[in-house]
């Protein structure tokens, strides 16, 4: 009866069920904003308190596959951290003809050129697999950049890690079959993404490549032929990646050294089992 007399039947509830409660949920909403702005390897690299400067101004944005994020020449106002998606860096010749010069997933950022001096894209960066990105205010970012801290030693070695890309593709379209070719392109996208199914058309295998189509699907079948993927109406399933290693030329292996020497390789495999956490357009996460 006292202990009735000094605390009221909400006291209660609130003292011992209510607020555990809420505590629980503000520290799984907590962990699945730190998760969230992880999923991306340069972010990850940052502090807690580095990620806490950009966090809110970070928006979370989903990609389909085919969408273009910047047509060359484009003003860059929103640079975009990959978490799930992997997104084409490409040259459009005057007859429409495309070649990819790199892929970025979620170890890039796609407007790098923003923080280098450059105000315009000088290229097009289309969504070749589908995902989630970061995206933040080209201001921001370069806010952040001017202090001189981790953030901007990351991307400038970020940046470094792609001229090596974009030279190696260069040297890989220019000397190597297209067989090879195919197997550096497949275990790039492997490495970015969290399963082994990649959905792209051969058409827009092509265009990445720089090849026709047809040879493409004769590559394809070659590599179904040997068990290392499965093909099938724009689904292609990675069977077995140590062959595709075997298979590939070394064009592959030096992209991915210089990508880890230089952004590093924080627990890829923790990354690739991140699940993401979905923001409907409430911005509520679901």
């Not at 699945?32 to 702005?37: A, F, G, S, V, W």
């Not at 170890?107 to 290229?123: Q, Y």
């Not at 297209?178 to 492997?190: A, G, M, T, Y």
């Not at 230089?262 to 495999?269: H, K, S």
Request: hydrophobic share 40%; with cysteine; aromatic share 6%.
């Amino acid at each position: 009866m006292e202990f009735c007399d000094r605390f009221s039947r909400n006291d209660i509830l609130n003292r011992y069920l209510v607020d555990p409660l809420r505590s629980l949920e503000s520290s799984m909403f907590k962990a699945l904003e730190t998760q969230e702005y992880v999923g991306n390897r340069l972010l990850w690299s940052l502090s807690i308190e580095e990620r806490g400067r950009l966090c809110p101004s970070m928006k979370h944005v989903n990609l389909s596959i085919g969408e273009v994020i910047y047509e060359c020449g484009e003003r860059i106002d929103y640079v975009y951290f990959p978490t799930t998606c992997v997104v084409s860096l490409l040259y459009t010749m005057l007859d429409g003809s495309t070649a990819e010069m790199a892929l970025a997933g979620n170890d890039a950022v796609i407007g790098i050129a923003l923080v280098l001096g450059g105000g315009k894209i000088p290229h097009r960066a289309v969504a070749q697999i589908g995902g989630q990105a970061l995206k933040i205010p080209a201001r921001v970012l370069q806010q952040e950049f001017a202090r001189g801290g981790p953030l901007q030693q990351i991307l400038l070695r970020y940046t470094q890690a792609l001229i090596t890309q974009i030279s190696q593709t260069a040297v890989c379209n220019r000397l190597h079959p297209l067989e090879q070719r195919l197997c550096r392109w497949l275990l790039l996208c492997h490495d970015r993404l969290n399963g082994p199914e990649i959905l792209m058309t051969q058409e827009f295998i092509a265009n990445m490549l720089g090849g026709r189509r047809e040879s493409v699907t004769v590559a394809a079948g070659r590599l179904q032929d040997a068990g290392l993927i499965h093909y099938s109406r724009g689904h292609i399933k990675v069977l077995d990646r140590e062959g595709l290693e075997a298979t590939v030329c070394e064009c592959y292996k030096v992209v991915e050294d210089e990508c880890d020497r230089l952004v590093g390789t924080p627990q890829r495999r923790e990354l690739s089992r991140m699940v993401v956490p979905y923001r409907g357009v409430d911005g509520g996460v679901l």
